[in-house]
């Protein structure tokens, strides 16, 4: 909670910079995902620090990992699932789903911010999803919250409920892969990816 907090005043002191993104609330958005995901993993790697220090065992006898190609497809398949559904859904619902004007060019951005979220989040949670649903609660609690305690833009408040739609949907996808998969980032590829997509592509163009 106190990282969502210090994130909306990051966001509200860095506007001008967040203005440069030509999304509704989009910039704002990304400073806050990104500066909550990165203060997670600081207070995380702190606690780390400041834990018992175990010498890691190796036995010789052991043979060596392979790298995880099937986890690494899997993850990708997984992900191109998840854009799917969605980009499926909107179209039959309320959005037409489409990289139309500067949308294409932002794309990266969004995802690495969502992305530095979401591996702090899986960080966190790990299989304990109802953690997860916690810090999604809490994430669009204070983004709410933001608009009348802080001066957040007004938009948010039509946004934040939709993204927390979004973000408990990739949920199930992110704990799915955390079972799954011996990847530490891909559950954050497959909540991140999606949730970039409806982002860039439904978020109204401004400027």
Do not use: K
């Not at 043979?63 to 699932?81: C, G, K």
């Not at 959005?95 to 530095?116: I, K, M, N, Y």
């Amino acid at each position: 909670m106190g990282a969502a907090v210090i994130a909306s005043l990051v966001a509200l002191a860095a506007r001008p910079l967040a203005e440069v993104v030509p999304l509704a609330v989009g910039g704002h958005v990304v400073v806050w995902f990104a500066t909550a995901g990165a203060l997670v993993h600081v207070a995380l790697w702190v606690r780390g620090r400041r834990g018992p220090r175990v010498p890691p065992t190796v036995s010789l006898n052991e043979p060596a990992q392979a790298f995880a190609w099937r986890d690494l497809i899997a993850a990708f398949v997984m992900t191109s699932y998840a854009v799917t559904v969605l980009v499926l859904v909107g179209r039959a619902t309320w959005s037409s789903f489409a990289f139309v004007g500067d949308r294409p060019r932002w794309l990266l951005l969004v995802e690495l911010a969502f992305l530095t979220w979401f591996w702090a989040d899986d960080r966190l949670v790990g299989r304990r999803w109802w953690l997860g649903v916690a810090t999604r609660v809490a994430a669009v609690a204070v983004l709410l919250a933001s608009v009348p305690v802080l001066g957040a833009p007004g938009f948010l408040t039509l946004i934040a409920p939709l993204t927390g739609a979004v973000l408990l949907l990739v949920l199930v996808y992110g704990q799915t892969v955390t079972r799954l998969s011996r990847l530490e980032w891909a559950p954050a590829l497959v909540q991140a990816i999606p949730l970039a997509y409806v982002v860039t592509t439904t978020f109204p163009l401004v400027g």
